[in-house]
């Protein structure tokens, strides 16, 4: 399974980068506003630290513009991913830019049959949102397994990136479904290490240790 983090904060992008386990980058127009930072040099220098997908996210949401600025957003670096919304303008703009090779990734999935659609229009990434799938009432990785049927029936190249992810749980839960991608806030990236018997047994370990009276080097 593919990790992205998801934040327009550079400082945590390039803190993560550090552990060799991130594979990408998904932010927003909320996580751009959060960062404070102006869009396209942010982008460019995301693109610079992390060598996978950077999933920029089209403003516009009529067709014209959309098109301009996806294609705007994917010169910027070859590994950034046009985001669209999950609209018949989002997935127009999808299939114009897919079929001209730049990775797509349709956001604000919310159904199977939105995801099917997506896959049609030549999806690189499709982001089912969990998190606000469980806010109202309805399992959101219902909605990753059938999404996974669906693919896997039709043999669709579209990568099921999981996003709207609140806690591990949404991590294990989905990598057990087999999905490709999870897309994760930096602190939900870092719960994934924490156990506490890890920290209690590794306490006992070195206090253990220093009653041999040994060192390794
Ligand atoms: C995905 O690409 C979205 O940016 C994100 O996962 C949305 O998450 P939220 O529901 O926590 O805002």
Not at 165 to 172: F, K, L, Q, Y
Not at 184 to 191: D, L
Request: charged share 20%; with cysteine.
């Amino acid at each position: 399974m593919k990790f992205f983090v998801d934040t327009g904060d550079i400082a945590e992008i390039r803190d993560l980068a550090g552990t060799g386990l991130l594979d990408g980058v998904t932010t927003n127009p909320s996580l751009i506003a959060k960062s404070g930072r102006d869009f396209l040099p942010l982008i460019a220098e995301i693109c610079d630290v992390v060598s996978g997908p950077v999933s920029a996210e089209v403003a516009a949401t009529d067709y014209e513009t959309m098109i301009r600025e996806g294609r705007k957003l994917s010169e910027i670096a070859d590994n950034v991913a046009v985001k669209v919304p999950l609209t018949p303008a989002g997935l127009r703009v999808c299939k114009e830019l897919s079929d001209s090779g730049t990775m797509v990734n349709v956001t604000l999935c919310f159904s199977a049959a939105q995801a099917l659609l997506a896959a049609k229009a030549g999806a690189t990434f499709i982001s089912p949102f969990v998190g606000r799938l469980d806010d109202v009432g309805t399992d959101g990785m219902d909605l990753i397994e059938d999404i996974m049927t669906i693919y896997e029936n039709y043999d669709f190249p579209t990568e099921v990136l999981v996003a709207s992810v609140r806690h591990p749980m949404h991590i294990v839960q989905a990598a057990k479904i087999g999905a490709h991608v999870a897309t994760c806030p930096p602190n939900v990236i870092r719960q994934l290490y924490n156990h506490p018997l890890t920290d209690k047994g590794l306490a006992t370990f070195v206090e253990d240790w220093k009653k041999t009276g040994q060192t390794i080097l």
